[in-house]
T-cell receptor, first 112, second 115 residues
Framework: KQEVTQIPAALSVPEGENLVLNCSFT??????LQWFRQDPGKGLTSLLLIQSSQREQTSGRLNASLDKSSGRSTLYIAASQPGDSATYLCAVSPSGTYKYIFGTGTRLKVLA | DVKVTQSSRYLVKRTGEKVFLECVQDMDHENMFWYRQDPGLGLRLIYF???????EKGDIPEGYSVSREKKERFSLILESASTNQTSMYLC??????????????FGDGTRLSIL
C-alpha cells in the first residue's frame, strides 16, 4: 500500500533563506507527483506537477525534483519570503488508478 | 483559470440529518474527487468519479454516498450525519488523460460541524 511521508512536520526559517522540503513514498510505481500549497482554512493550490518520466520542474522560485527509484521528492524554495508561509503537501498518483495519496504536509513559517 | 466551486464554506448540521455537499467545476474535467481533511491525518479520499454516473470508493467511504448526474457536478451525501463526520471537506477535479500534465484543482473547502 502506497504511503507518503513528509518530514519535518513544521519548519521555521528567517526571510531570505533557501530551504528544502522533503517527501518520500513507498512504492515507485507512480504516474506523477504533485506539490501543493494550502493556506489556513483554504483549499489546495497546485504548485508543480512532475510526471514519472521527468526529473524536475521549475516555476519561479520553486524547483521540485523527483527520484522515483529511491521514492523521494524535494521542493526547493529560493529566497524565502513571509508570503511563502503556508502548509506544503505532496501527493503521488499510483499507477493504475486515478487516485492521489497525500502526505500530511510541512507547515512552513518564514519570519520577517 | 479552472474554477472548482463548493456550495458552502461553513455548514452546521445536527446528528442524524441527511447532508448534501455540492461541488461544481467549469473545465470539463472527467475526474472529480471528494476528500476529508483532519488534523494529523491529512487528506483522505472518500469517493471519486471518472465519468457521469460512474463512481468508485476511496479509502473511507463508510457513511457517505455520492451522485454525479452531470459532468460538472459532484455531490457528497452524508446519509445520517454523525459527530465523527465533523471535518473539512475538499472537492477536486482533473482531466482523465494521465499525461496531460494538468494538475488536480481544488475548491476552497467546506468546514462541516455536526452537533
Amino acid at each position: 500500500k502506497q504511503e507518503v511521508t513528509q518530514i519535518p512536520a513544521a519548519l521555521s526559517v528567517p526571510e531570505g533563506e533557501n530551504l528544502v522540503l522533503n517527501c518520500s513514498f513507498t512504492d515507485s510505481a507512480i504516474y506523477n507527483l504533485q506539490w501543493f500549497r494550502q493556506d489556513p482554512g483554504k483549499g489546495l493550490t497546485s504548485l508543480l506537477l512532475i510526471q514519472s518520466s521527468q526529473r524536475e520542474q521549475t516555476s519561479g522560485r520553486l524547483n521540485a525534483s523527483l527520484d522515483k527509484s529511491s521514492g523521494r521528492s524535494t521542493l526547493y524554495i529560493a529566497a524565502s519570503q513571509p508570503g511563502d508561509s503556508a502548509t506544503y503537501l505532496c501527493a503521488v498518483s499510483p499507477s493504475g488508478t486515478y487516485k492521489y495519496i497525500f502526505g500530511t504536509g510541512t507547515r512552513l513559517k518564514v519570519l520577517a | 483559470d479552472v474554477k472548482v466551486t463548493q456550495s458552502s464554506r461553513y455548514l452546521v448540521k445536527r446528528t442524524g440529518e441527511k447532508v448534501f455537499l455540492e461541488c461544481v467545476q467549469d473545465m470539463d474535467h472527467e475526474n472529480m474527487f471528494w476528500y476529508r481533511q483532519d488534523p494529523g491525518l491529512g487528506l483522505r479520499l472518500i469517493y471519486f468519479s471518472y465519468d457521469v454516473k460512474m463512481k468508485e470508493k476511496g479509502d473511507i467511504p463508510e457513511g457517505y454516498s455520492v451522485s454525479r448526474e452531470k459532468k460538472e457536478r459532484f455531490s457528497l451525501i452524508l446519509e445520517s450525519a454523525s459527530t465523527n463526520q465533523t471535518s473539512m471537506y475538499l472537492c477536486a477535479s482533473s482531466f482523465k488523460y494521465r499525461y496531460s500534465n494538468q494538475p488536480q484543482h481544488f475548491g476552497d473547502g467546506t468546514r462541516l460541524s455536526i452537533l
